[in-house]
């Protein structure tokens, strides 16, 4: 009776699965979804907002991104909900899991900040089995994305054709330093970028040296041009079926970034730059765009002035704009209402030669009370000021953490630690935002599930060194 029984509901089981196979197989021969209006796209989903996937759901990308231009670039994309598999190597890793340690024996914050939401992997690329290995997660993966130094990649064996040839449908996307051309061979840090790309030149007082800014425009801004390039990429593959080369250079994204003044380069040849503070003062410009302290890159007059305080908090200050349709208002604030028709004061042209008095005038207001006042009192009015806020108040702010720009996330060895989430808001893909993988954690995973290693073959390669360390003697922390 027992034995019949079983019998029973083995085949009750059986049947189960055989109808799971067959409404399975229907759903695969199924289209997507019918389409809509015959254009091919599927007709909108019925699904709840922020349940219908994550936006970049099963796109899966080989990471071969270090330091800090590509690593930005595939954290965006796994937030987004890509896959992202980062292959290190073996004992060593990306070398900013060691650089700017602050916790003894656990992963930096400079790693930690640019890698969460990943997988890693160990893998001598130079390795015979690695090579082996990264073949297979070639014929796996949609994009490959690197930064190494030029030539590395194809010393690796990884050139463009073995790619394309192993899997047609890969997208090798990739950062240098410089384009095409007479540099195309040097190696790039962010500050040569930002220097190459035209901004240090742009950026500072004029009469002090050319600065570099505390954001990181050549590393971090070209990661997001690539990550651009790789959504094109994928996009225009759904149409063609095959994968192509992305290039974003450091020097090409700094530029983009920083065209408004390759704009006031070609205006200088029509005259002077009138809404540069320079020009009020009466001192003659020269060939080039000039550095132009804290003047608005605009067409509004705008400076940073003292607040409250601003005697012993060095970031007590406010960046305050004299937007013409509010300058009425502005006169009010600052007890200057007979400036509002004054001739000297009354039209945009008439300040310009004016704008350091105006400011300084200005700034005996801003200097009574605190930033915050300040903000809120101009808002009230329309005028748009911001606040110098500080790391620290960045750090503490509640409404960067309400909206995921800013998250709190635990990680095995370090604890808690903040990372800066998904800039870009999607309505119907929340950020995936994790802590990052520690070094290898995810190697006999992805091994195993991904690639489909039979425990035979893991054994064999987990022997032959394509995965592990070589033994060497310790070497010391990196600075
Ligand atoms: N297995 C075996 N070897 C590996 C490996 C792995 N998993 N991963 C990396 N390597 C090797 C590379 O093959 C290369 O070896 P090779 O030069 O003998 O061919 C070596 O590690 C180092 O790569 P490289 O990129 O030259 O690193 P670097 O530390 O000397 O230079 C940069 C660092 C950033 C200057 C350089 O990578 C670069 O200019 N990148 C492009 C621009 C860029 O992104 N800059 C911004 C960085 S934030």
New binding site residues.
């Given amino acids: 009776m027992a034995m019949r029984k079983r019998a029973k509901a083995k085949i009750k089981a059986v049947s189960k699965k055989t109808v799971k196979k067959v409404v399975k197989l229907k759903a695969a021969r199924k289209p997507v979804a019918k389409a809509a209006n015959g254009n091919g796209t599927p007709r909108p989903s019925s699904k709840p907002w922020g349940q219908a996937g994550l936006a970049l759901q099963g796109v899966k990308i080989l990471d071969?991104?270090?330091?800090?231009?590509?690593?930005t670039c595939t954290q965006l994309l796994a937030y987004m909900g890509a896959d992202v598999i980062k292959?290190?190597?073996?004992g060593?890793g990306d070398?900013t899991r060691t650089q700017l340690r602050d916790v003894k024996g656990a992963d930096s914050l400079y790693f930690t900040m640019l890698n969460g939401s990943k997988r890693s992997i160990?893998?001598?690329?130079?390795?015979p089995k690695?090579k082996e290995i990264l073949a297979r997660l070639i014929k796996h993966c949609d994009v490959l994305v690197e930064?190494?130094?030029?030539?590395?990649?194809d010393?690796?064996g990884l050139t463009w054709d073995y790619i394309h040839k192993t899997n047609p449908r890969m997208i090798v996307a990739?950062?240098?330093?410089f384009g095409p051309g007479p540099y195309e061979d040097?190696?790039?840090?962010?500050n040569i970028?930002q220097c190459a790309g035209g901004s240090a030149s742009t950026t500072g007082f004029r009469d002090g040296p050319p600065l570099v800014t505390g954001a990181q425009i050549?590393?971090s801004g070209?990661g997001l041009h690539l990550a651009l390039g790789i959504v094109t990429a994928l996009y225009q593959r759904v149409r063609t079926g095959r994968g192509q080369k992305v290039l974003a250079a450091?020097q090409d994204g700094v530029l983009n970034l920083a065209r408004v003044k390759l704009r006031d380069q070609q205006r200088l040849s029509h005259g002077p730059l009138t809404e540069y503070s320079q020009y009020g003062e009466g001192i003659p410009f020269g060939k080039a765009t000039p550095r132009a302290g804290n003047d608005s890159g605009g067409g509004q007059p705008g400076w940073i002035l003292k607040c409250k305080d601003w005697e012993t908090d060095p970031d007590a200050y406010i960046y305050f704009i004299t937007q013409a349709p509010v300058w009425g208002a502005i006169c009010d604030l600052i007890g200057k209402p007979e400036w509002k028709t004054d001739p000297d004061f009354a039209t945009p042209p008439a300040r310009l030669p004016r704008l350091r008095m105006i400011f300084d005038t200005i700034e005996e207001w801003t200097k009574t009370k605190t930033k915050f006042e300040v903000m809120e009192i101009c808002n009230g009015h329309d005028i748009p000021v911001g606040p110098i806020l500080s790391m620290k108040e960045i750090a503490e702010e509640p409404s960067l953490r309400t909206t995921g720009t800013v998250v709190e996330v635990d990680h095995p060895v370090r604890g808690k630690y903040l990372t800066v989430g998904n800039p870009v808001k999607l309505s119907d893909s929340p950020a995936d935002v994790r802590r990052s993988p520690l070094l290898g954690e995810h190697t006999e995973e992805i091994l195993r599930k991904v690639l489909g290693y039979s425990e035979k073959e893991l054994a064999e390669i987990k022997v032959s060194g394509a995965i592990t360390a070589p033994e060497k003697p310790a070497k010391a922390e990196a600075a």
């Avoid at 160990?122 to 390795?127: A, E, G, L, P």
């Avoid at 990739?174 to 330093?177: H, L």
């Avoid at 040097?186 to 962010?190: F, I, M, S």
Wanted: one cysteine or more; a positive charge; glycine letters at 12%.
């Fill in positions: 071969f991104t270090h330091v800090q231009s590509g690593p292959v290190e190597r073996p060593v070398i160990t893998i001598d690329s130079k390795h690695g930064n190494f130094a030029p030539g590395a990649l010393r690796m990739s950062v240098k330093g040097c190696k790039v840090y962010e970028a050549g590393d070209t450091m």
